[in-house]
T-cell receptor
Framework: GAGVSQSPSNKVTEKGKDVELRCDPISGHTALYWYRQSLGQGLEFLIY????????KSGLPSDRFSAERTGGSVSTLTIQRTQQEDSAVYLC?????????FGPGTRLTVT | AQSVTQLDSQVPVFEEAPVELRCNYSSSVSVYLFWYVQYPNQGLQLLLKYLSGSTLVKGINGFEAEFNKSQTSFHLRKPSVHISDTAEYFC????????????WGAGTKLIIKP
């Protein structure tokens, strides 16, 4: 079956521009997570959606970051007024229990 | 709240030698434990997990891990590594009361020397 997909796979943007990153989770998975992985670093939790509950936004690094999940399925992570320190790989994962299934990530480069 | 410590950022090992990647956790509640692997330029995939039952857990690609509650550890082992095991390995923990969220270690890069 189809796994978690993310688009675009690579995104190069100029400092100050807004970007949108998309995640298509596995059908039927109620939970969706966004993580950030900077070069050579571990996973940094950003935001977590579980069913119809209010999302856990505790990991978002600033108010330039926001995410939504429409219809309990597709999610979009938006970064406004991008900064060079936002350059990283953004990973999405979905799950219905404790096992998280990861997408291939979006590599964001801010120039 | 939980935390995870992977003490080794990199572990170099010769091909066909055994390897152990260390993971320690802290938690005030019972936990579930996981190891994920990230091959170069790929997303993460589950290697193995401990939810309950036998404390020795076997995963894919010949890896195994042992849950040691008294030492709050979940070390990953493989008796003989191959070049294809070159990857980054992440340990993660979830408290049984945590609504499925995982707390992640910083990762350990396994470097296989020919």
């Amino acid at each position: 079956g189809a796994g978690v997909s993310q688009s675009p796979s690579n995104k190069v943007t100029e400092k100050g521009k807004d970007v949108e990153l998309r995640c298509d989770p596995i059908s039927g998975h109620t939970a969706l997570y966004w993580y950030r992985q900077s070069l050579g670093q571990g996973l940094e939790f950003l935001i977590y959606f579980q069913g119809n509950s209010a999302p856990d936004k505790s990991g978002l690094p600033s108010d330039r970051f926001s995410a939504e999940r429409t219809g309990g399925s597709v999610s979009t992570l938006t970064i406004q007024r991008t900064q060079q320190e936002d350059s990283a790989v953004y990973l999405c994962a979905s799950s219905w229990s404790y096992e998280q299934y990861f997408g291939p990530g979006t590599r964001l480069t801010v120039t | 709240a939980q935390s995870v410590t992977q003490l080794d950022s990199q572990v170099p090992v010769f091909e066909e030698a055994p390897v152990e990647l260390r993971c320690n956790y802290s938690s005030s509640v019972s936990v579930y434990l996981f190891w994920y692997v990230q091959y170069p330029n790929q997303g993460l995939q589950l290697l193995l997990k401990y939810l309950s039952g036998s404390t020795l857990v076997k995963g894919i690609n010949g890896f195994e891990a042992e849950f040691n509650k008294s030492q709050t550890s979940f070390h990953l082992r493989k008796p003989s590594v191959h070049i294809s095991d070159t990857a980054e390995y992440f340990c993660a923990v979830s408290g049984m009361d945590s609504n499925y969220q995982l707390i992640w270690g910083a990762g350990t890069k396994l470097i296989i020397k020919p």
